[in-house]
């Protein structure tokens, strides 16, 4: 089925399960540890063992030697699988840095050895064996020193995305009121809670891959290219996630590693990746350097805006472009954003939930609360006044459906905003410096082409299955709504088969695009299931009607279960109507944070999201969804972050006790408010991801919340203790 | 259970250590030379959801390698190996611990309860059951600790044993959502349910 145009009016704004708040269908299995993990089947491929990854100790230069006899000659060792022995292997446009390094070295904890043996303790021991030797080069793993060459000479830009309207120099120099400020934003990790992990077993030259993925269909073609084999011969199956984040949109090298061991051992070969490899053998997001200046009159208007980022990543990878959602924020008629990437011999950096926007919130949102406070302006005011029209970036593009103003007079209003002190460190409870912030947000709404099939059997019950994955976003849940909803039966006659690639190919989970485009993809396939049924009936497809498990047409009823079994299969995809549209989501973001006025240390409060999404199709899950952004981007703020050891280029921290995201303790209490919208240029649910949308905005809160409360502004990310307490007013 | 267990001694068990070290190449010599699984294991009989099980396990497994590895009980889940997640938290003898940080042969004789000793999707406990009317969850990794967690927290409560945030320790302790907070924060949840897991515990803890 292809969208060509905006919908009308459609089943689902008459739904009884779609947009209803409903618990998980998979809660019972989560809750009980039933739920299988990539790691965990026990179920699947007997005689499995274990594989225990060897990391590079170094992060430029090559393998001079690996001694391997003592590894090979361990009790229970089946397989040495090393660089300096294996074949290169092919590469995939799924990933920068080859998965399995050597003998050249490309980054720090780069894969360059497998050890397979009975047991994960043997594997373990083993690996510690293997004694490697390295010829080590000089590295670039400064971003700072990167930028700051870049300045002088542009070969050092190896990549740029530069969007101009206008021209803003001039209009800037021309502004009566200037902002010009630089913020800076560290590396961070995904820390999803389940490491990569996979169990690999070969059948002939057919491989199985029980692994962890947030892409089905991009993992295989990845797997597929690095092996060097027909994808048709590789299966997929990544039924449950343990988070990921962007982290699992690509396959890494436990996926590969274990189809290699599989082979060399003969036996099914099952691989986790140790946490402490984690952060430096796996992509994280990257650092940051960011540049805002806005010029505008007197009375707030906007004239002028530029946002530009840089940042770093090995030769070929992509970039960092914190100025996305300044493109789309803030009307302005002469901008500029650009992003810009250097090159850095640290590990790859990717995709990190909300890639952009999240780091690139942390910049415009603080510079609007700074110009703001220039103008001696209420920062609600100040963004409700430059509201665009149109794209600011592109202004013959429209916006498809835009409530950011509501969102901010909705929050400002629930949160009690009336009650903000204007001048900062002017409340005080005891100890405590109060104070609130506000930032808006901003995420695209992407959509991708999405499959699905689904089918009737004899009883009547459906089921419905597709590629696409649940990484804790609550698809198994939104996509038995939806097809509950399309074939008139009741949620707990839907089963739900996700994560396997030998279903029809979805959209898979990222970028927020997950919920929309593959619901919408059920959607397809429901509508051709409902046409065969009519017509199998010799039913009106116009007119037949689907409810309560019966199937009627003017004065006949028949009951669903008489058409089965059957079984229909469609994919989802758009026209180019689209392209005239700027689909977006917004949400205005609140923080009320205390800081200990002797120490420095930052409570959050409370912390409220207004969200413009469209059709939320399961309130009780979106806003999940939406609360854990903000814990996310509440580490960003106030505790994440990798350090660079810039001599020898790795990331210290790398375990979950170095690398602090928030913990119980860290979050007070928080609310979320859905706007209720409908968004009929996207999809014909009308809805939209709010997954990413909640990461987008409430770092900033917090830290124009701390500048509320203390008087302090930190622009280098995170905001902890030593950068606060150094400008904190005297105690006394 | 084994005898041979209680009878070590910690100065006997360095000893041994030091002593495998001396002839470490003499034990390998002698594994390359029988089957490629030769492990020293040791036996090791503890209840685990209330029924006794009996393993011969190399010594080196942790008790999370063991309930996940050997006796397929994956609901404990291993996060980081590390004591620094909390994802495999069971609780042995009524107290919570992190399953990765202890061997599997120091529980001769413990009582062990994992989350499918708690309840299974067909007899959940108030707490699963809590988790999910309130969402207490999103990727479900760190879910299973998170519970168990929970669990043995609400009885250190209950036995007014006090925390860094109790504000006065001459009164009775309870289950405030500062007290919870605080007592839960060894369990990391990365996709952030923190705000619907609280809720869920205190609809429990207030019965």
């Not at chain 1, 542009?154 to 309207?165: C, G, M």
């Not at chain 1, 120099?173 to 999803?192: C, G, K, L, N, R």
């Not at chain 1, 619901?519 to 017509?535: F, K, N, P, Q």
């Not at chain 1, 014909?684 to 990461?695: F, S, T």
Request: proline share 4%; aromatic share 6%; hydrophobic share 40%.
């Amino acid at each position: 089925m292809k969208y060509e145009a905006p919908v009308g009016k459609t089943i689902f704004d008459d739904a009884k399960i779609v947009g209803k708040s409903t618990r998980r269908i998979d809660g019972p299995l989560k809750t009980s540890g039933m739920a299988p993990y990539a790691y965990e089947r026990h179920d699947v491929a007997s005689g499995q063992v274990y594989g225990y990854i060897v990391g590079s100790a170094i992060a430029k230069g090559r393998i001079a030697s690996m001694d391997l006899e003592e590894a090979r000659s361990a009790p229970g060792v089946l397989a040495v699988i090393a660089a300096t022995e294996t074949d290169p292997l092919g590469s995939s446009n799924f990933n920068t840095a080859p998965l399995f390094g050597g003998p050249e070295i490309t980054h720090y904890h780069q894969a360059i050895a497998c050890v397979v043996a009975e047991t994960f303790e043997q594997a373990r021991a083993a690996a510690a064996l293997i004694r490697t030797t390295y010829d080590r080069d000089e590295g670039e793993y400064s971003l700072s020193r990167t930028v700051e060459q870049a300045a002088s000479d542009t070969s050092k830009i190896v990549s740029e995305n530069v969007v101009r309207n206008g021209d803003f120099e001039s209009a800037f120099a021309a502004a009566a009121v200037q902002i010009d400020q630089t913020y800076t934003t560290p590396d961070e990790s995904h820390a999803m809670m389940e490491p990569f992990a996979t169990i690999a077993a070969w059948e002939g030259d057919k491989l199985t891959l029980w692994t962890s993925n947030q892409m089905i269909a991009w993992g295989r073609a990845a797997m597929a290219s690095i092996l060097r084999m027909p994808k048709e011969n590789i299966r997929l199956d990544s039924p449950y996630l343990g988070g990921g984040f962007g982290g699992k949109l690509w396959v890494r090298v436990d996926a590969v590693l274990a189809a290699l061991a599989a082979k060399a051992a003969g036996r099914p070969v099952k691989i986790m990746m140790q946490r402490a490899l984690t952060y430096n053998n796996a992509t994280h997001r990257h650092a940051t350097i960011q540049r805002v200046r806005i010029g505008a009159d007197k009375n707030g208007k906007i004239a002028a805006i530029a946002h530009e980022c840089w940042s770093g990543n090995l030769t070929g990878g992509m970039d960092e472009n914190g100025a996305a959602q300044t493109r789309a924020l803030y009307a302005g008629p002469d901008n500029l954003t650009a992003s810009y990437l250097t090159e850095l011999d640290l590990p790859e950096a990717n995709a990190m939930r909300a890639p952009g926007e999240a780091p690139g919130h942390l910049a415009i949102e603080v510079a609007m609360d700074e110009l703001a406070e220039q103008l001696g302006m209420d920062p609600i005011e100040l963004r409700i006044l430059n509201e665009p029209e149109t794209l600011p970036s592109n202004p013959s593009i429209k916006f498809s459906d835009r409530h950011l103003v509501e969102c901010l007079r909705v929050g400002a209003e629930s949160f009690g905003w009336a009650n903000r002190k204007s001048r900062p460190g002017t409340v005080r409870e005891g100890r405590w410096m109060v104070g609130m912030g506000v930032a808006a947000g901003y995420r695209g709404a992407l959509i991708m082409k999405s499959g699905a099939r689904v089918s009737i059997d004899a009883r009547g019950k459906i089921s419905v299955e597709t590629d696409m994955t649940d990484i804790g976003t609550g698809s198994y849940t939104i996509i038995a709504q939806t097809a509950a909803e399309c074939m008139g039966v009741a949620l707990e006659d839907v089963s739900v088969d996700l994560g396997d690639s030998r279903s029809p190919v979805s959209a898979g989970s990222g970028g927020q695009w997950g919920a929309a485009s593959s619901t919408a993809g059920v959607y397809a396939a429901c509508v051709e299931l409902r046409r065969m049924v009519t017509e199998k009936f010799g039913y009106d497809p116009e007119t037949a009607s689907f409810a309560d498990g019966m199937v009627r047409d003017a004065n006949v009823v028949r009951a669903l279960s008489e058409a089965g079994p059957l079984s229909a299969e469609d994919t989802m995809t758009y026209g180019d109507f689209q392209k005239e549209y700027d689909m977006g989501t917004y949400a205005s973001h609140f923080a009320e944070v205390a800081v200990d006025a002797y120490t420095g240390e930052v409570r959050i409060r409370r912390m409220l999201a207004v969200c413009d999404a469209g059709r939320i199709l399961n309130p009780l899950t979106a806003r999940s969804q939406v609360i854990g952004a903000m814990v996310m981007a509440a580490g960003a703020a106030l505790t994440e972050e990798l350090a660079v050891d810039k001599r020898f280029g790795f990331f210290v921290n790398h375990d979950m006790a170095g690398y602090e995201v928030p913990v119980h303790a860290d979050i007070g209490q928080q609310s979320v408010i859905f706007l209720d919208t409908l968004d009929g240029v996207i999809a014909p649910l009308k809805a939209k991801g709010v997954g990413e949308l909640g990461i987008c905005g409430p770092g900033a809160a917090i830290a124009n919340a701390i500048y509320n409360a203390t008087g302090v502004r930190v622009r280098d990310y995170p905001i902890t203790v030593d950068k606060l307490i150094a400008e904190m007013p005297d105690v006394a | 259970m084994s005898d041979w267990n209680l009878s070590v001694t910690r100065r006997g068990l360095l000893t041994s250590s030091a002593a495998v070290l001396s002839i470490a190449p003499a034990i390998r010599a002698r594994a390359a030379s029988q089957s490629s699984a030769g492990a020293t294991t040791l036996p090791v009989t503890f209840e685990v959801n209330g029924q006794e099980r009996m393993l011969r396990l190399d010594p080196r497994t942790t008790l999370l390698d063991a309930l996940r590895e050997h006796l397929k009980l994956t609901g404990t889940k291993k996060g980081c190996d590390h004591g620094q997640c909390g994802a495999c938290t069971v609780i042995v003898n009524g107290e919570r611990i992190n399953s990765c940080l202890s061997l599997a042969v120091q529980h001769a004789g413990d009582q062990v309860t994992t989350i499918e000793g708690l309840g299974t999707p067909d007899d959940l406990h108030p707490l699963q059951e809590a988790f999910i009317e309130h969402d207490g969850y999103q990727c479900g990794y760190c879910t299973p600790g998170q519970i168990c967690s929970a669990v043995a927290m609400l009885g250190e409560i209950e036995r007014g044993i006090p925390s860094h945030v109790t504000g006065d320790l001459s009164k009775a302790v309870s289950a405030t959502n500062m007290e919870v907070r605080e007592r839960m924060s060894g369990n990391i949840c990365r996709c952030g349910a923190y705000s619907n897991i609280a809720a869920a515990i205190a609809d429990v803890a207030e019965g």
